[in-house]
């Protein structure tokens, strides 16, 4: 059974970066299509970056293009977080998924295997 465990979370000014990590354990993650989500306060969860299986397919929301990057190494998936903002505050969760057509998106996918979620502030 695949199990999941984020971090690297923490207080940011804005402008600062930090690397989020999601850690596999129970299976080999390059085979799942692995998903992060934001969850600001007071507002619904909805995916900011996924990577499909072994990192063939990234994609990202538009607020972050350029700004989040996603990359796998070790059976951990990392989010690479640069230029941070305040409105990036919140909860983040990643999420996996067994899959083998190269979808990661979660309007093409459903993920059932998720994480605890790490906190991230971004504040002055």
């Known amino acids: 059974q695949l199990q999941l465990v984020e971090s690297g979370g923490g207080l940011v000014q804005p402008g600062g970066s930090l690397r989020l990590s999601c850690k596999a354990s129970g299976a080999n993650v390059d085979y799942y299509a692995v998903g992060w989500f934001h969850q600001a306060p007071g507002k619904e969860r909805e995916p900011v970056s996924c990577s499909s299986i072994f990192g063939r397919n990234i994609n990202h929301i538009s607020s972050v293009q350029g700004r989040f990057t996603i990359s796998r190494a070790n059976n951990t998936v990392n989010l690479q977080m640069n230029s941070l903002q305040p409105e990036d505050t919140g909860v983040y969760y990643c999420?996996?998924?067994?899959?083998?057509?190269?979808?990661?998106?979660?309007?093409?996918?459903?993920?059932?295997?998720w994480g605890q979620g790490t906190q991230v502030t971004v504040s002055s």
């Open positions: 999420a996996a998924e067994r899959e083998q057509y190269g979808r990661c998106w979660p309007m093409n996918l459903k993920y059932t295997h």
